[in-house]
């Protein structure tokens, strides 16, 4: 993002709006104080905080020179196998460049220092590699490394596979029966590495690296030209892989049972592997069209190069590498259906001297506790089931892990090395048959890696403010509040040359200045986020890091900081930002910015009498609070009421729950937190859900010549009391309003119980009046089952709706600037949880259809505009064609001015019906549902049938033809009039 801060403030903005929308005050001293404690910092939301995202210091040589070296770290690898490791390694696993002769691709930037190491330590034995580092450190990339420098070393020795290999798919043919798709295949199928993750979730993102580095277009060609036509495989074994149970029962393969579930498994199977070249079609038609960066194909399975996909292909020809996670590995090994994955994989290595099995660990520093202890004892036996226990074949064992932190000194690094210790050795620790490994601690400490950060030097002084804040203003032009794409205007160039200026950089050059000048603000802003010498960089607050880097300003003036802050970071985005430019060197930090906002909860106030109606004071959004803040000479601070509003008319009322409770007096106390309730439910009580009984409302104004207004039904009673503000107890009845005038006057609420239908228990009365008091609209005679049956709303936005907001708003700033967004929500309650997903997307959906239904209506007055020739300029032609006795003009002016009619009006008033965008008359389909079926939104409710029949789904009845969505031809008139029923 070109303007993190820029677009932190949009969506608190935003936010804003919305609250002031939807929840509308209409006492305009209340809305102003509400304004100002939202934009706040600390209410609504925290500052941001910026936070260095550090790179890693680079290897001073690239993949290719480590293999052309002679005795380097690569140099137990055949020539042959080193070049078609690193061709492997540069055709996805690491960005390449088109090259030359020797080197048909070569390396963007070198490795960094800990993928080389792991790289070293990986191939040979004896050596465990755990690489710890940080997010975006490449640990996948460190022991994918010696990963494929193994694979790709015995590749080159495979024999070429036979005439017609992978080119049968069998699911195509309907009668056709499982053919594995290995078919052909001259050498031996084993797995040579087994990568355990945590979490299915991570297996899914490791499976779309895997893609890239070993089935791009790339990869296939290196695979055909150095591997004789052979291919590395590749699969995901977990409880998403289809389909389960054998592909041919060893003993009950001729019982009509076995024979029955293997047709309906081999039918399940057809599906999901045509389901799987669907949806790859589609992902790279997409990718032809719209040409990504990280392209969409990558992120599903594919059936024509080297993923196996399906349970019994890996049962059959186990893959080169099996990816799968702790728990179903525990299912393989204890299940005989998949006992020849391991049997082919044992064969393998006690028949081949030069057989290495890599076990890799993602996320080690999750297994710890009692599953860490599962995870060794299941280590343990796959070890034993492999044959890798026996003293003759330990040393074909190559560990690898990637972890977040690994301390390996003082008291914790003694702790880790013993974790280790215990979670492998001796398996892993020898180098050749005669060794009998290591069981010391000490033995793990030069085992793991560890990334190091690269700091960049710290710039000496301190820059000023206006050049940057210049910068920031000429980016923003035309922009609104937000930078989302630059334009190399004549300003923005001048501005860049002042910034540079003010940077020291002397390349006066716009397109090669802006490298240096993006590497300087990198330096500036990281080491402002040092604290102390010697430290690691943090993240800070942009307060802390204005103060660091900019000179003071002039006093007097307006401060410019915060813009000025922003037009720094941009200077670091700059090369990002699609300018023609030089790269910064790949250690440059970039940043990240954390915010921090929070769903509303509830509006509170303390308050006193005023003339007819309340003051309130004090505003605050912390629920639960009793008191407000003390005075600054000591004294506790007045009591705090929960606020209500009516949603008609905005009038405002006060809400508590209920406590001491007798006779005439009710005490409002702040809401309480159940904590029996959590985590299966939210802990807070709220108004919405609360009975009579629960909680009060107490109406502030004093009234003398009219009645609050009450339901239609009845149901509604309103009976005059007072409120103390210090106590909070509400007496009901009229004598204590003329003792003591520091009471507020007004009405609290009561209902009389609705009548139960028969059979039914009463319901308790809720505590949510059906009309509000002061201008009577009524939802008394709304369903019983609908939860607005009150006008009077508490001011709460609901953790679904928030996060809706904020992740809209998030969105469009990033796909402004053509990144690629993505959000993870969490709550702390379940039923939060649970909801949250189908109402975020419920809302946005809603949402999705307004604007579609505002888009729609403007583009239809728009095209009616564009040929409309107003009544009065026709009327006027008219005249003169009577006049000049121009019959035929006349005619033309008049058929023109009835062909108008239809649009006369809508030009006019600019209001269209809403029957003419959803479905006009014919079998013509409407603008409306046109435009939701081009964005694959159905637009009417659908429900696949029983027989789960995936050809009958929704988008087969509409056809695109140039960006323009129709109703499909082999549709029938009486079908596609079904389906406007349907779409109204």
């Not at 954390?594 to 106030?605: D, S």
Request: proline share 6%; charged share 25%.
């Amino acid at each position: 993002m070109l303007d993190p801060i820029g677009g932190f403030r949009r969506i608190q903005d935003f936010f804003v709006s919305y609250i002031e929308t939807n929840f509308r005050i209409a006492d305009p001293s209340v809305a102003t104080a509400r304004r100002e404690l939202l934009i706040r910092s600390g209410e609504f939301a925290a500052e941001p905080y910026i936070e260095p995202v550090l790179r890693y210091e680079s290897s001073d040589k690239t993949l290719e020179a480590l293999a052309e070296m002679d005795g380097g770290p690569l140099n137990s690898l055949s020539p042959e196998g080193r070049k078609a490791f690193v061709e492997l390694a540069l055709s996805g696993l690491f960005d390449s460049k088109p090259g030359d002769a020797a080197w048909p691709r070569r390396s963007v930037h070198a490795p960094y220092s800990h993928q080389t190491q792991m790289l070293e330590r990986g191939i040979r034995p004896g050596c465990p590699g755990i690489v710890t580092s940080g997010t975006g450190s490449g640990k996948t990339e460190s022991f994918m490394l010696p990963i494929l420098a193994a694979l790709s070393n015995e590749a080159v020795r495979w024999t070429r596979p036979g005439d017609g290999y992978l080119q049968n798919r069998w699911w195509n043919g309907a009668e056709t029966s499982w053919v594995s798709r290995r078919e052909g295949e001259k050498r031996p199928a084993a797995v040579r590495a087994l990568v355990l993750y945590p979490m299915n979730a991570l297996v899914e993102d490791q499976m779309a690296r895997l893609r890239k580095t070993l089935d791009s277009n790339d990869a296939r060609q290196v695979m055909a030209d150095r591997f004789d036509g052979n291919r590395i495989f590749f699969g995901q074994y977990t409880s998403a892989t289809p389909v389960t149970g054998y592909a041919s029962h060893p003993r009950l393969s001729n019982t009509s049972s076995e024979k029955s579930r293997r047709v309906r498994n081999l039918e399940k199977l057809r599906k999901a592997l045509n389901r799987i070249d669907s949806d790859q079609q589609a992902a790279r038609a997409f990718d032809e069209k719209e040409n990504p960066s990280d392209k969409t194909r990558y992120i599903f399975p594919s059936t024509d190069g080297g993923e196996m996909v399906s349970r019994w292909d890996m049962q059959s020809a186990p893959p080169d590498v099996l990816v799968t996670n702790a728990s179903m590995l525990g299912a393989m090994l204890s299940r005989e259906v998949e006992d020849k994955i391991f049997g082919a994989t044992h064969d393998w290595l006690m028949n081949n001297d030069d057989a290495y099995f890599y076990l890799v660990f993602d996320e080690l520093h999750l297994m710890r506790g009692s599953a860490g202890t599962e995870t060794a004892m299941l280590i343990k036996s796959l070890i034993i089931r492999l044959g890798l226990d026996n003293p003759k074949h330990r040393y074909k064992l190559r560990l690898l892990a990637s972890s977040a932190s690994l301390p390996m000194d003082g008291a914790d690094g003694e702790q880790s090395r013993k974790y280790l210790r215990d979670l492998f050795a001796p398996f892993g620790t020898c180098c050749d048959a005669l060794d009998p490994g290591s069981d010391k601690p000490d033995f793990w400490h030069n085992c793991v890696i560890q990334g190091k950060p690269f700091i960049p030097l710290k710039p000496s002084g301190k820059i000023p403010v206006r050049p940057f804040a210049a910068l920031m203003r000429a980016a923003l032009a035309d922009q609104g509040n937000v930078v989302r794409n630059l334009d190399m205007t004549d300003a923005l160039s001048q501005a860049l040359l002042d910034v540079f200026q003010a940077l020291g950089v002397k390349e006066q050059n716009i397109t090669q200045g802006i490298k240096q000048a993006a590497e300087t603000a990198a330096a500036l802003l990281t080491n402002a986020c040092i604290e102390k010498d010697g430290e690691m960089p943090r993240a800070m607050s942009p307060g802390l890091i204005i103060d660091k880097v900019f000179l003071k300003e002039e006093p007097g003036k307006t401060s410019e900081s915060e813009l000025a802050l922003r037009g720094l970071m941009l200077t670091r985005a700059l090369p990002e930002s699609g300018i023609d430019c030089d790269k910064p060197d790949n250690v440059t930090p970039a940043f990240r910015v954390h915010t921090f906002v929070r769903n509303i909860e509830g509006f509170f106030a303390s308050v006193s009498p005023g003339e007819k109606k309340a003051k309130f004071a004090d505003f605050c959004l912390e629920r639960g609070l009793s008191h407000a803040a003390s005075t600054p000479d000591g004294k506790r601070g007045r009591r705090l009421f929960e606020m209500l509003y009516c949603e008609a008319c905005g009038e405002l009322l006060l809400g508590g729950q209920k406590g001491q409770n007798e006779g005439s007096t009710v005490e409002l106390l702040p809401s309480a937190t159940n904590l029996e309730n959590l985590p299966e439910r939210p802990g807070s009580e709220y108004y919405d859900d609360m009975a009579l009984d629960e909680f009060a409302v107490f109406w502030p104004v004093d009234i003398v010549d009219k009645n609050p207004a009450g339901s239609e039904k009845g149901w509604d009673v309103w009976e005059k009391a007072t409120l103390s503000p210090v106590t909070g107890i509400v007496t009901v009845g009229q004598g204590a309003s003329a003792v003591n005038a520091d009471l507020v006057r007004g009405y609290l609420y009561f209902q009389k119980p609705a009548p139960s239908k028969k059979g039914e228990p009463a319901k308790k009365p809720s505590a949510q009046p059906f009309c509000c008091p002061n201008c009577g609209i009524d939802y008394s005679s709304r369903p019983a089952s609908n939860r607005s049956r009150t006008p009077i709303r508490a001011f709460r936005t609901g953790v679904t709706k928030s996060s809706q907001l904020v992740a809209t708003e998030l969105f469009e700033l990033l796909h402004a600037i053509g990144a690629e967004a993505k959000s993870i929500v969490f709550s702390d309650s379940r039923q939060d949880a649970a909801s949250m997903a189908l109402e975020i997307e419920r809302l946005h959906l809603r949402d999705l259809r307004r604007e579609i239904l505002v888009a729609a209506a403007r583009e239809m007055i728009r095209e009616a505009e564009s040929g409309y020739i107003s009544e009065n300029s026709i009327n006027e032609k008219m005249d003169l064609a009577i006049q000049a006795k121009d019959m035929d003009m006349f005619g033309k002016l008049y058929e023109l001015k009835q062909n108008q009619a239809d649009i006369a009006d809508l030009c006019k008033y600019r209001r269209v019906k809403i029957d003419k965008l959803l479905e006009p008359e014919g079998d013509s389909i409407g603008r409306i549902s046109s435009d939701l079926a081009g964005l694959g939104i159905s637009p009417y409710k659908y429900r696949s049938c029983s027989d789960g029949d995936d050809s009958n789904v929704w988008h087969a009845n509409f056809t695109k033809d140039k960006n323009i969505v129709k109703y499909h031809e082999k549709l029938s008139s009486s079908d596609r009039l079904e389906l406007k029923k349907k779409d109204i």
